[in-house]
């Protein structure tokens, strides 16, 4: 066991036996090798099912770091652009004064979608093309790049009618074909097959108090899918396409994932070259926003581990509720996955001490 190994599992060990954590898993690569592979606690609260490497988490929005990824190998291969309007792949979404928005604002959240369309019901999350045909129907609440407002459920559908359009081949596919194949990525679904079910550990909330449920207004997650660890526990939410929010996955394959995209990538596979991943990483804004009030890039969140002013991005990822978190930090070489069933619980506390250890690995 090496030393950083022996320190981060001490750390989710004690975690779980303070109550922070339920159950957590971490998982780090650098310099193409896996160097953490950590896990503790429980996959239920009602249950002593041990969490191990091969434990399965939702994560939420964790899942659009996968989607992007998917879409910039298609615009690598120059199947589409960034600056490709939708209604160039998917006529009906021109309605509504629609035609003007393009790949690039669906990966900067500035497409005007945000909120979920008022004519959808829970039942309809899973009908990828009932979905699909809802946001074809719908009108932007704002102009195409004007402002930058989390497409927190939206986000799924936009970027991924777009990529099955461009292809032929379902999300799910794409996924396996685009990033786990050839990365050797055995552990992201974003449709979990019931072979899997008994892998999956189950959601809680652990803050206090616990988030409010949203009104019936419009709104980016409608009042009908909350409270989230509950909507996501259930199997029908699984089954799923939503390639936003119902990523289920290890930390060890999302760990990967992002260690395929450092320069040199892993076991010699790079999922987009260096040039294409420093693409990504440019900060994006809606023309209405300010410099330093988002860190996102083309799809990607962006993230600086100095907590200098104006310090530059280095590490691109994507965070989902309640605390799960992949990146891939290019300044530092090295790649994490973290993924935890007792959401929020206490913040974001378990894994600063994470990062901490991880950053001095090398000291």
């Not at 988030?211 to 029908?236: Q, Y």
């Not at 926003?289 to 991005?313: C, E, H, I, V």
């Not at 309640?322 to 994490?336: C, I, K, S, T, V």
């Amino acid at each position: 066991m090496t030393i950083i190994q022996d320190r981060i599992q001490r750390l989710l060990d004690a975690a779980v036996a303070s109550g922070c954590e339920r159950g957590v898993q971490v998982a780090v690569y650098q310099n193409d090798r896996l160097v953490v592979d950590a896990w503790a606690g429980t996959t239920d609260a009602t249950t002593s099912q041990p969490v191990d490497g091969d434990t399965l988490f939702p994560v939420f929005s964790v899942t659009k770091g996968i989607m992007t990824t998917v879409v910039h190998r298609l615009v690598e291969r120059g199947l589409f652009d960034y600056d490709t309007p939708l209604a160039d792949l998917w006529p009906a979404f021109s309605a509504n004064g629609k035609s003007g928005i393009t790949v690039r604002h669906v990966l900067t959240h500035t497409a005007g979608l945000q909120n979920m369309p008022c004519d959808v019901v829970v039942d309809d999350l899973g009908n990828w093309d009932a979905m699909c045909a809802a946001l074809a129907r719908a009108t932007p609440v704002s102009e195409p790049g004007a402002f930058a407002v989390y497409h927190a459920v939206t986000f799924g559908w936009l970027a991924g009618e777009v990529a099955r359009r461009a292809t032929g081949r379902p999300v799910p596919d794409l996924i396996r074909d685009e990033i786990c194949r050839p990365a050797g990525i055995d552990d992201i679904y974003c449709d979990l097959p019931t072979t899997e079910d008994a892998r999956v550990a189950i959601l809680e909330d652990g803050s206090s108090p616990p988030p409010p449920v949203p009104s019936n207004a419009p709104a980016t997650v409608p009042f009908w899918m909350c409270p989230l660890h509950d909507w996501m526990n259930r199997m029908e939410s699984r089954r799923a396409c939503i390639p936003a929010s119902t990523g289920i996955m290890s930390a060890r394959a999302l760990a990967r994932h992002y260690a395929a995209l450092l320069p040199g990538g892993v076991d010699g596979v790079e999922l987009l070259p260096p040039e294409r991943v420093r693409m990504a990483m440019v900060p994006h804004f809606g023309r209405e926003d300010q410099p330093g009030q988002t860190g996102r890039g083309l799809g990607y969140m962006l993230f600086s581990f100095d907590n200098a002013p104006d310090a530059p991005k280095t590490a691109l990822g994507h965070g989902g509720f309640g605390g799960a978190n992949g990146f891939a930090d290019l300044a530092g070489g090295y790649a994490l996955g973290f993924t935890r069933n007792l959401l929020f619980a206490p913040g974001q506390k378990t894994l600063d001490a994470v990062l901490a250890e991880v950053r001095h690995m090398n000291e």
